[in-house]
């Protein structure tokens, strides 16, 4: 999330509405209804890059927090993660010759599990930043910034290059909270009250937060704080210009090269064969194509 990873108080069915409860799901499903078949033709050079340890089972198991509409969100039965990310990433899988499973959790601990062997990638809107490539690789797939939102009217008069004394909430683990963080800092610095940074553990309840009052404003990537506001019904507006536009990357081991290689090499494919365009546009979020994939790109 453009650490780069709204609405678990938005009941995510296609209209997408607010309720704080309704993928408050932070505890991991081994299926959540998504296992996938696909039609994707199979480019069998690629797929024999794939280490036997994944394609084994013809499933690769893939990590994600399901709060972060439109990338990845649960469904109207709280089982299923849909999104742009998911649909985008079974393609991939295959034209691997794969079927794609993905399970809920928690955004922060995601890495970390991949690491551990717990999923087999992690796609979660990931930012790629130098941190994330020394413990893992990135594959990139997207390209996204950071995005501010208020309520309708911006009620509290809230300017991001100003925001000290403001309370903003952010989702934890994100480029947006190291962000706030650096704001905050340096409000302090010139003499001025601190930001109040409120963090949450899905971003679906940063937006809760802004929608209710309690917080003033908040901050996303920047197809995320757009689908916020397309989705709540007027009650929030977009807060100035986009900045520090990034890729996303998908997250593998950093011991498995020819894995990361070969998801490379699959997005690069549906970039070509116009899939990929056509994944976009249907979520609303194809001014964040790339034209081309690579592993471990230069860090946003």
Request: charged share 20%; proline share 3%; aromatic share 6%.
């Amino acid at each position: 999330m453009t650490t780069t990873r709204v609405l678990k108080a938005l009941a995510l069915s296609g209209a997408v509405a607010l309720s704080v409860t309704a993928c408050g799901n932070t505890n991991d499903s081994k299926d959540n209804g998504a296992t996938t078949t696909t039609t994707t033709k199979v480019d069998k050079a690629l797929a024999a890059k794939v280490p036997a340890s994944v394609a084994a089972d013809g499933v690769i198991s893939v990590g994600s927090d399901a709060s972060y509409a439109p990338s990845e969100f649960l469904a109207a039965d709280n089982k299923t993660v849909q999104g742009f990310d998911v649909d985008l990433f079974k393609a991939v899988a295959g034209t691997l010759g794969l079927k794609a499973t993905f399970a809920n959790a928690k955004f922060d601990s995601l890495i970390p599990a991949v690491g551990s062997g717990k999923y087999e990638v992690g796609v979660s809107s990931f930012t790629v930043n130098a941190d994330r490539m020394k413990v893992a690789n990135m594959i990139s797939y997207f390209s996204a910034g950071t995005q501010w939102f208020t309520k309708k009217g911006n009620p509290n008069k809230v300017d991001p290059a100003n925001a000290c004394g403001m309370k903003i909430a952010v989702q934890t683990g994100t480029v947006q909270l190291d962000d706030l963080n650096v704001r905050s800092k340096a409000c302090k610095d010139a003499g001025n009250p601190a930001i109040t940074i409120d963090s949450y553990q899905g971003q679906d309840q940063a937006t809760a937060a802004i929608v209710s009052g309690k917080d003033a404003a908040g901050l996303a990537d920047s197809p995320v704080g757009a689908y916020a506001v397309q989705k709540t019904n007027g009650q929030l507006e977009l807060l100035g210009d986009i900045y520090d536009s990034a890729p996303y990357g998908y997250v593998v081991p950093k011991d498995q090269t020819a894995l990361a290689q070969a998801i490379s090499g699959a997005v690069n494919d549906l970039i070509q064969d116009g899939s990929y365009a056509k994944i976009l546009k249907k979520w609303g979020v194809d001014q964040g194509a790339i034209t081309s994939s690579a592993v471990n790109p230069a860090a946003g």
